[in-house]
């Protein structure tokens, strides 16, 4: 039996995060040049029915049955088996490497789950629809980040840029035009789900208020879109910045994302915003193709502490 190899690429948001968690429209865009992986291959060396996981980035080498159940890969690994119902497992190794940053908003821990999800349904013979890829990501998703609003699951396990909406369909954009983003990673860790949780405590305190910010955010959202197809990325900058100064107001960003933020727009950037969970994480900025080097260099100038380019491309025809 050959190596088998689930793949899935990271994430960024560029409109509506927490907004999103709160009903709102959000969109989001697969990364393409960072990506997690899976290998799966036979293990002869062990029992029928015995998996070995390895991700070495995480110096995590052991079986399956040594994981506590609640670790993301011994979950993703117990789905993908639950979701098969196969009667007979032989033994195998899942090897997991990702070059996705770990806690900064671009999906890693999603990715990897929906590479590992892939990979072993693959190997097994059976592999999963996009569908059941994303579904199962949400599932792991769910266990360490509380109350995840499902954006993350879908973009990276569909690999297309998304609008997405909970409790409505999922619409995929037909990108008609390119456009040029420009990702700033501060290096200061904030998880998402503190971020969450403590914009869930304020909300609960004051709903009024915030729900209002949220509808906003989505209004900023639903214009995006067309924005985003048509490449029209004068409205886009104006939207970037508006979202940004929205969730400033709440309180999501922080020094080190507005001097990446100032910076990227004295560049010469379109727009900028801070992108997925905030306090710290990645900024994200728009900007033409001419523009692309100066703002990159600008993010690295005050202290990013890694940047990446990205394109967003109309889909070839097939
Ligand atoms: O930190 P990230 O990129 O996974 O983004 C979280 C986005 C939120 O809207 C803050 C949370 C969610 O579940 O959508």
Same mark, same amino acid.
């Given at each position: 039996?050959? #190596? ?6 990271? =994430? ?13 429209? *959000? ?19 062990? @029992? ?12 995590? !080498? ?32 899942? +090897?997991?490497?990702?070059? %996705? ?12 789950? *929906?590479?590992?999800?892939?990979? #072993?349904? *693959? ?6 629809? !996009? ?5 199962? $990501? ?14 993350? /699951? ?19 954009? +037909? %990108?008609? /035009?390119?456009?040029?983003? #420009? ?17 869930? $405590?304020?909300?609960? !305190? ?10 906003? %955010?989505?209004?900023?959202? +639903?214009?995006?879109? @067309? ?17 940004? *100064? ?15 933020? =100032? ?47 990205? =394109?967003?491309?109309?889909?070839? +025809?097939?």
């Amino acid at each position: 039996m050959a #190596v088998i190899t689930g793949k899935a690429p990271g =994430k960024i948001i560029l409109f509506g995060e927490h907004a999103v968690v709160y009903g709102q429209p *959000a969109i989001a865009i697969p990364v393409a040049k960072v990506k997690a992986t899976a290998h799966v291959f036979p293990d002869f060396e062990s @029992r029928a029915g015995e998996i070995h996981i390895q991700a070495l980035d995480i110096g995590l !080498d052991t079986f399956l049955f040594e994981l506590d159940p609640q670790h993301p890969l011994a979950a993703a690994v117990n789905l993908t088996l639950a979701e098969l119902q196969l009667e007979h497992i032989p033994a195998f190794q899942v +090897q997991i490497s990702s070059n %996705i940053p770990i806690s900064a908003g671009m999906g890693s821990g999603a990715a990897i789950s *929906a590479a590992v999800i892939r990979g #072993v349904s *693959a190997f097994l013979g059976r592999p999963l629809p !996009d569908s059941t890829v994303s579904a199962l $990501t949400y599932e792991v998703e769910r266990i360490h980040h509380g109350n995840p609003s499902g954006i993350d /699951n879908n973009v990276i396990a569909y690999n297309k840029p998304v609008y997405y909406q909970r409790g409505q369909a999922l619409q995929f954009l +037909q %990108i008609e /035009n390119e456009t040029h983003w #420009v990702i700033g990673d501060t290096g200061e860790k904030t998880p998402t789900l503190e971020t969450v949780s403590d914009l869930g $405590t304020r909300h609960a !305190d004051k709903p009024h208020y915030y729900d209002q910010i949220f509808q906003t %955010i989505g209004v900023i959202a +639903q214009k995006a879109r @067309r924005a985003l197809i048509e490449a029209d990325i004068k409205t886009l900058g104006s939207l970037l910045n508006e979202n940004q *100064a929205l969730l400033s107001e709440l309180d999501l960003s922080c020094t080190s994302l507005d001097s990446l933020i =100032k910076a990227a727009l004295d560049a010469g950037a379109e727009g900028a915003k801070l992108s997925g969970g905030g306090r710290g994480g990645n900024m994200i900025a728009l900007a033409s193709p001419a523009k692309m080097d100066a703002v990159e260099k600008a993010l690295y100038d005050v202290g990013a502490v890694n940047v990446i380019s990205t =394109k967003l491309a109309r889909e070839p +025809q097939s």
